[in-house]
């Protein structure tokens, strides 16, 4: 199981503002890159659309389009990198997996949250969600420790 997580170049600010410009909406996104045995290292955002339905409970819910998820799959193999998991935002409530989030979840995953309640620098935490789906006996989420990127890490893309 993982333990930390780890943003390339400018991917954190990359994914605060795909989330941010979704509110009063959750918004969401892909998260790319590589996993070693207790370190995920994130290296792509993929913006993603939130296509919940009914429109209407979309500040409160956030459903990706499987079309995307397909092509992000098929873009990371052609590159070397995995879809470690997904990110979305809270903009109404804390940067914890919800009782919904966690049912609808299909685990080993990873799941960032950006909580709209929270200074900046508090907003986002990262949980690993273990195997399982829809069920209410599911595992904890363990929180993830977010390593601050390296000075030297990805200075070359913007991770997007």
């Keep these: 199981m993982p333990e930390h997580l780890q943003f390339d170049g400018h991917c954190l600010i990359v994914l605060e503002r795909t989330l941010q410009a979704a509110e009063p909406e959750e918004g969401c996104a892909l998260l790319l890159g590589t996993r070693s045995s207790t370190t995920l290292r994130v290296q792509w955002i993929w913006p993603c659309r939130n296509v919940w339905q009914p429109a209407q409970e979309r500040p409160q819910r956030f459903s990706l389009d499987p079309r995307e998820q397909l092509l992000a799959q098929r873009w990371c193999r052609s590159r070397a990198l995995t879809v470690l998991g997904a990110a979305h935002s809270h903009p109404t409530s804390a940067a914890v997996p919800s009782?919904?989030?966690r049912q609808l979840c299909v685990g080993p995953?990873?799941?960032?949250i950006r909580s709209g309640l929270e200074p900046t620098s508090a907003a986002l935490r990262a949980w690993w969600m273990q195997e399982g789906y829809g069920s209410s006996a599911l595992a904890e989420p363990q929180e993830l420790t977010i390593e601050p990127p390296a000075?030297?890490?990805?200075?070359?893309?913007?991770?997007?």
């Design 99 to 101: 009782p919904t989030d």
């Design 151 to 160: 000075a030297t890490a990805g200075a070359g893309h913007l991770g997007e």
């Design 109 to 112: 995953t990873l799941m960032v």
